[in-house]
């Protein structure tokens, strides 16, 4: 039997457990700086994020709309959402991007879409809502918004 696990190589040393081997990096000075650069931005982005839900809201209010906690939360929590969504993305790259943007933009928007909670800009409601798949273009559209946004704010492609 010892002969054929050396003809196959078949042993157990052949088959590393896969939490050590595939959640945790070899290089334990990877996981140090992806944790250092993870927290603060995961932090650094909530002050910007609680002021412009701020000035969203009220912007509303001078739109007729009636000042709330939930419009402001609504706003505030989106713009988080954008911001610690390209948080993995930049660890993984290991530098900003604006396709990071991109993405972040057209996950938020296909979501938002397609839940009925966000409109899409440019877009007309009689074509939007009459195709099959409106997320989509909440997607598209979202995406290029953030890439532009990016783009003129001077993050490298």
């Known amino acids: 039997t010892a002969n054929s696990k050396q003809q196959t190589g078949i042993s157990t040393s052949n088959f590393p457990h896969f939490p050590s081997t595939f959640f945790t990096p070899n290089n334990r000075h990877i996981m140090l700086s992806s944790i250092d650069h993870m927290m603060p931005c995961l932090i650094q982005p909530i002050p910007s994020c609680a002021i412009m839900g701020g000035v969203f809201m009220g912007i509303d209010a001078i739109q007729g709309a009636p000042l709330s906690v939930r419009s402001w939360g609504f706003y505030a929590g989106g713009l988080y959402a954008y911001n610690i969504i ?50 989509l273009v909440g997607a598209a ?17």
Do not use: D
Request: net charge positive.
């Open 141 to 157: 559209v979202y995406g290029a918004i953030a890439g532009g946004m990016a783009t003129l704010g001077g993050k490298p492609w």
């Open 86 to 135: 390209q948080c993995p993305m930049e660890t993984i790259h290991g530098r900003q991007s604006a396709m990071h943007n991109v993405a972040a933009g057209g996950i938020l928007g296909y979501v938002g879409v397609s839940r009925g909670r966000l409109g899409v800009p440019f877009v007309s409601p009689y074509f939007l809502y009459g195709m099959r798949y409106p997320g």
